[in-house]
């Protein structure tokens, strides 16, 4: 079991570029869940989606961020036209379908910079 | 919603002591409560977690405790050593939700 695979590990972007970053969940995990962490802070939540559905966005800001979970392939974070202040590490986490077992898996997450 | 407080925001301890890390949550419908450690530029790595009908949870050296009455619950960590240093969260969920983390703890384990 590969665990949550989150790619790429560092991402360079200018100001005004779009940023993509993508998250692969652990195998039988269909529950995907993204977090912002500025330096020296905590885990902000962002979004959580299951496959082709959105549960939940409010941690997402209104403008510029979107997020998606197609039924094919990663679930993918996307920021267009980034920002200094998007400058951050996000993470991904995942959990499993059986209810009664939660274990929220996070990977090794990406690493936003914005020049 | 949820939201989830923690203290100390820093612990310095010698090899060998005992740290206690502890945690409130707003929700009584919190029903699932994580622990997680993160070292410098990795992922948060799940270390112990419990649950509500449990009041206690051990793992060799790592204790949780949970008191729902009073709502919050605590990270236990006995007999340090410097590799137990690291940044500390607290987490609580109802499950299949978000999980809402504590602001963090810094422990510093010296030899």
């Known amino acids: 079991n590969a665990g949550v695979m989150q790619n790429p590990r560092h991402l360079v972007r200018r100001r005004g570029q779009e940023a993509r970053l993508r998250c692969s969940p652990m195998?039988?995990?269909?529950?995907v869940y993204w977090y912002r962490q500025l330096p020296e802070e905590g885990l902000k939540f962002m979004v959580y989606l299951q496959k082709e559905n959105i549960i939940d966005e409010s941690g997402m800001p209104k403008e510029r961020f979107s997020a998606e979970f197609p039924k094919e392939g990663p679930s993918i974070l996307r920021i267009q036209q980034v920002v200094r202040g998007d400058s951050a590490a996000y993470f991904c986490a995942s959990s499993p379908d059986v209810f009664s077992n939660y274990g929220y898996t996070f990977g090794s997450g990406t690493r936003l910079t914005v020049v | 919603g949820e939201n989830v407080e923690q203290h100390p925001s820093t612990l310095s301890v010698q090899e060998g002591d005992s740290a206690v890390i502890k945690c409130t949550y707003s929700?009584?419908?919190?029903?699932?409560f994580p622990w997680y450690k993160q070292e410098l530029g990795k992922g948060p790595q799940l270390i112990i977690d419990i649950r509500s009908n449990v009041g206690e949870k051990k793992d060799q050296r790592i204790a949780v405790t949970l008191n729902k009455t009073a709502k919050h619950f605590s990270l236990h960590i006995t007999e340090t050593q410097p590799e137990d240093s690291a940044v500390y969260f607290c987490?609580?969920?109802?499950?299949?939700?978000?999980?809402?983390f504590g602001t963090g703890t810094r422990l510093l384990v010296s030899p």
């Open positions: 929700d009584s419908a919190s029903n699932y």
């Open positions: 195998k039988g995990h269909s529950h």
């Open positions: 987490a609580a969920t109802t499950g299949f939700q978000k999980l809402v």
